[in-house]
């Protein structure tokens, strides 16, 4: 597996987030033993993509403060999980024995578990606790533990200084002027699923660049970032006021303005030092994505935001303020009302007489990544339904016994089947869109296509899989019609089952002759050996899957 790092960090540090992820809670019985960071997408952990990304773009460096007199033992590596306590010793366990993990080049990750970090939690309010404040020491860039990004960070992060270099930022000093940078990908596709969470972006073109952009280059894909909200929160709003109301100052400030509505915040974000601050003073915040981002945004065209956030204090040395008390009497516009044949002066716009005031902030830019098929990969994998999607596209991937070492994925693993000792004469595994792991049993005239099998899981005979995920240790009973299901670790399905987009929750007994669809088996206690459910303790009343 590469790993070789294509650039310096510069001092930059990586913040990996590491929360409790309801949203797949389903699939596990005890979140401080098994969560979500460690469920695998494709046979790795979860955490194993992001910190992979970090090592790739070269952020493996022990930091700068090396040369401010401070030993190695006083200071963190560069790349830092945050992780509710609970949670940090089975991390922790696993970045100490787990293979894939063990496999990444040294140093390890240092994990963080605030005290003050639990399930309800916000991502900005993450960044006011005090061990993250203490623990970042420059610029510093922020992942989600579910994020699966084939393109190199390395050539995201020399687009942007190149960017912030030629709009006045300076380099390296925590008073810079440099802005920030988002990433957002567009969803649906082979690896999308229904009703995915999407953002509603409003961007605007760069000035002219003076500088020459080889092929390739992210440059053209990088634009102004001018407004963000989640489109559920869109949706609220354009109900609530009978349309899409944006303010007159956007309108009249840019030109060629670019809306988008299918793509998704992939939760990359490049942050100069100051951005901290800005989160510490402002109580507010909760969400990066939604307040620090869309505030931010705004801040370049609605009057006096970037004073009221207090990033031009902060900037500057002067004193702090907050955005509580923000009240805009700018206008708005409805957009549902405006027609292709709608004139400034219809709409009341008149350039000339807009004031223009001197940006509080640098501005923050948006990466949105191309959506053709032969773009570079980025998913993020928050879901059940998504994790299964993400899991079976990186099972299409070339293993590398296949091919040179070199031309290989950096998602690619060694080999498709692990154990083809394991796998009965008189089957068929679609060898091309199928993953196997270790250890795996698989009995005769089982039929596997397009599917993830966990380590250590046994197929029973004359059974069935299409489209599915298995995680680690899971059994499967003899004839047994398996098609787009999720199976959590340790679970057993009883032989005769035929289930059909199902969820399984880690360590559950589905009973003999199953048969259900968009059905969730969830169970709050484990499976004991000897244990035997009856077929009404094995169904969870839970309804179908989401």
Request: proline letters at 6%; hydrophobic letters at 35%.
């Amino acid at each position: 597996m590469p790993h070789a790092s294509s650039m310096p960090t510069s001092g930059f540090q990586a913040l990996i987030l590491c929360g409790p992820g309801n949203a797949l809670a389903n699939l596990s019985s005890s979140q401080d033993e098994f969560p979500k960071a460690l469920m695998p997408i494709a046979n790795r952990p979860m955490v194993w993509y992001p910190l992979e990304w970090c090592y790739r773009m070269g952020i493996t460096s022990l930091p700068s403060s090396l040369d401010r007199g401070k030993s190695i033992a006083d200071i963190l590596p560069d790349i830092l999980l945050i992780t509710p306590p609970s949670s940090a010793a089975a991390i922790n366990l696993a970045i100490s024995t787990n293979r894939h993990l063990t496999s990444l080049p040294a140093p390890k990750p240092s994990i963080i578990a605030p005290l003050g970090l639990n399930t309800n939690s916000g991502t900005s309010e993450i960044f006011r606790l005090p061990e993250v404040q203490e623990s970042i020491t420059g610029d510093f860039i922020v992942l989600p533990c579910d994020l699966v990004c084939e393109l190199g960070g390395d050539a995201l992060l020399a687009s942007w200084m190149m960017l912030q270099s030629g709009i006045g930022g300076d380099q390296g000093s925590q008073e810079s002027r440099r802005g920030g940078l988002g990433i957002w990908y567009q969803t649906g596709g082979d690896s999308g699923v229904k009703n995915e969470e999407t953002d509603f972006i409003i961007t605007s073109k760069l000035p002219p660049k003076i500088m020459p952009m080889n092929a390739g280059s992210l440059l053209p894909s990088i634009s102004n970032l001018v407004y963000s909200i989640p489109t559920s929160t869109l949706k609220e709003n354009i109900e609530e006021k009978k349309g899409l109301l944006l303010r007159r100052s956007l309108i009249t400030s840019h030109s060629n303005l670019r809306m988008l509505t299918k793509y998704r915040d992939a939760h990359i974000y490049f942050f100069p030092f100051w951005v901290l601050d800005m989160i510490r003073q402002n109580d507010s915040m909760e969400s990066i994505s939604e307040d620090v981002l869309g505030l931010w945004a705004k801040s370049g065209w609605q009057n006096h935001l970037g004073d009221k956030m207090g990033s031009r204090g902060t900037l500057q040395g002067g004193p702090e303020k907050s955005i509580e008390d923000i009240s805009d009497a700018l206008h708005e516009i409805n957009l549902s009302k405006i027609t292709s044949t709608s004139t400034s002066s219809q709409l009341g716009i008149h350039r000339p007489q807009i004031r223009q005031y001197p940006r509080a902030s640098p501005p923050i830019l948006a990466y949105i990544h191309p959506s053709n098929p032969q773009a570079a990969f980025i998913r993020r994998a928050d879901t059940a339904q998504l994790l299964l999607q993400v899991s079976l596209r990186l099972a299409r991937i070339e293993s590398i016994d296949s091919q040179s070492r070199a031309g290989a994925s950096p998602f690619a693993h060694q080999s498709k089947i692990a154990n083809p000792a394991g796998v009965a004469l008189r089957c068929t595994v679609t060898k091309p869109d199928c993953l196997l792991a270790e250890h795996v049993i698989v009995k005769e005239k089982a039929v596997i296509k397009e599917s993830v099998i966990g380590s250590s899981c046994e197929i029973g005979l004359g059974s069935r899989l299409t489209r599915c995920l298995l995680m680690d240790g899971v059994i499967v009973g003899d004839h047994c019609q398996l098609n787009g299901c999720i199976i959590g670790q340790r679970s057993r399905i009883g032989s005769g089952s035929i289930l059909k987009d199902c969820e399984v929750r880690e360590g559950f007994l589905v009973p003999d002759k199953s048969n259900e669809k968009d059905y969730r088996f969830d169970v709050l206690q484990g499976l004991e050996e000897g244990d035997v459910l009856s077929e009404d303790e094995g169904r969870s009343g839970q309804g179908a899957a989401s």
